[in-house]
């Protein structure tokens, strides 16, 4: 069963605008982590921003923010004043618990941001 | 500051052929090592995870395998490479906890395999 669904393939955003970007997940564990990470074309994974499932307050990160709603398992992310570098793809992602010591991101497809200038 | 190496950036193989990618870190002492397949237009599937020398832990079968012989060198490797094998592999790193852990992972600059 899909853990991470993201359900906008692409989006558009006016430069200088706010976006949102749509993640659901479905765990039951109690305790578990959200992650937010940026894919440009050059391939690289860039992390972006962390929820942990027991944090009261949603994650800030610069222009980044993470709209956390636990009790509808959703994790949004935020990014407010969009720039021309904030196209890329955007991956929403969730620790799993693994081997000792360890633990697994379990990603979801991913949502491809075009900021229009 | 803590880097990660990967190389090599692209490559472009034959059915049938051997595969070895080498992944490094430089920083830290004790992380630990992912290694992820992208792909085209997917999301990440972890293929192998790593807590020290020599232990190797596998999420999917397949004609891959995985090896940390130093504490900071992570390889991933193929007797006989698939046409399905073509990807984008990403390696990565995080923090060794004690129990669960919810820190982030760094990745790589990524390889870029064809397989032809």
């Known amino acids: 069963a899909q853990k991470i669904t993201q359900t906008q393939p692409g989006m558009f955003v006016q430069e200088k605008e706010a976006v949102t970007l749509d993640c659901t997940y479905d765990t039951s564990d109690q305790s578990y982590g959200l992650f937010w990470y940026k894919q440009p074309s050059s391939g690289e994974m860039i992390f972006l921003i962390y929820q942990g499932s027991y944090d009261e307050q949603n994650a800030t990160e610069g222009r980044y923010s993470l709209n956390f709603q636990k009790a509808r398992k959703s994790a949004n992310l935020v990014i407010s004043a969009s720039q021309l570098g904030d196209s890329a793809m955007y991956f929403c992602?969730?620790?799993?618990?693994?081997?000792?010591?360890?633990?697994?991101?379990?990603f979801g497809k991913g949502t491809k941001l075009s900021v229009i200038p | 500051s803590q880097t990660i190496h990967q190389w090599p950036a692209t490559l472009v193989q034959p059915v049938g052929s051997p595969l070895s990618l080498e992944c490094t870190v430089e920083g830290t002492s004790n992380p630990n090592l992912y290694w992820y397949r992208q792909a085209a237009g997917r999301g990440l599937q972890l293929l192998f995870y790593s807590v020290g020398i020599g232990q190797i832990s596998s999420e999917v079968p397949q004609n891959l395998s995985a090896s940390r012989p130093q504490d900071r060198q992570f390889i991933l490797s193929s007797k006989k490479l698939l046409l399905s094998d073509s990807g984008f592999y990403l390696c990565?790193?995080?923090?060794?906890?004690?129990?669960?852990?919810?820190?982030?992972?760094?990745f790589g600059p990524g390889t870029r395999l064809t397989v032809t």
């Open positions: 990565a790193w995080s923090v060794r906890v004690a129990s669960g852990g919810l820190y982030e992972q760094y």
């Open positions: 992602a969730m620790r799993e618990p693994g081997g000792a010591g360890s633990y697994q991101l379990t």
